[in-house]
């Protein structure tokens, strides 16, 4: 579903999903094209969340899209101080006080979902599982030709070719999962 045709359906009379305190989380690439265009479908499509219930919103890390998501949501707190911020950790299951304190001064809540203990390099797949599984809503940028950049030392041609972004597996699990997915991706 693009963001337009979403606020349309948001804004024609279709009554809350989950009641008051819905969730919604972010998934994105790592690289994005930061337009004005995606700027304002994102500023768009967070208010009217929270118009039809929204208070919760997930984040990631590792990737562009997170980072403008998280300076959207910012932004609009201050005209809705009642949502919250919560940043689902990949990484780092036990953290110390110091670090916590750091991240609430970006977030109003921080966890570590228990099923990625043992995940490894696949724990931010899992963690986005989680956040969709958690979520009334999915916001993404998926743009369906991406492909990641490989890290200089991966020269295997069989590893280049199968290669699926962390964002295509998240969009793909959303879709089987029959979530509300919102591509802001053009």
């Excluded at 899209?65 to 950790?89: G, M, Q, S, T």
């Excluded at 979902?113 to 916001?139: L, Q, T, W």
Aim: glycine share 4%.
């Amino acid at each position: 579903m693009t963001w337009r045709s979403f606020l349309c359906i948001m804004y024609c009379g279709i009554p809350r999903s989950d009641g008051l305190n819905m969730k919604v989380c972010f998934i994105g690439h790592r690289t994005i094209e930061k337009t004005e265009d995606c700027i304002f479908a994102l500023k768009e499509t967070v208010v009217a969340l929270i118009k039809k219930g929204a208070t919760t919103f997930l984040f990631g890390s590792m990737s562009e899209f997170d980072n403008l998501a998280w300076k959207v949501v910012a932004e609009i707190k201050e005209k809705y101080p009642y949502i919250k911020r919560v940043y689902v950790r990949s990484h780092f299951q036990k953290i110390d006080k110091s670090y916590e304190q750091y991240l609430l001064k970006f977030y109003e809540e921080t966890y570590f979902p228990k099923k990625i203990e043992k995940a490894g390099k696949g724990s931010y797949v899992e963690r986005n599982y989680e956040m969709i599984d958690n979520s009334s809503f999915c916001v993404f940028y998926y743009n369906k030709n991406y492909v990641p950049t490989l890290k200089p030392q991966v020269n295997n041609k069989l590893f280049k070719a199968g290669r699926k972004s962390g964002t295509k597996i998240a969009y793909e699990y959303a879709q089987r999962n029959k979530k509300i997915i919102i591509n802001l991706y053009k």
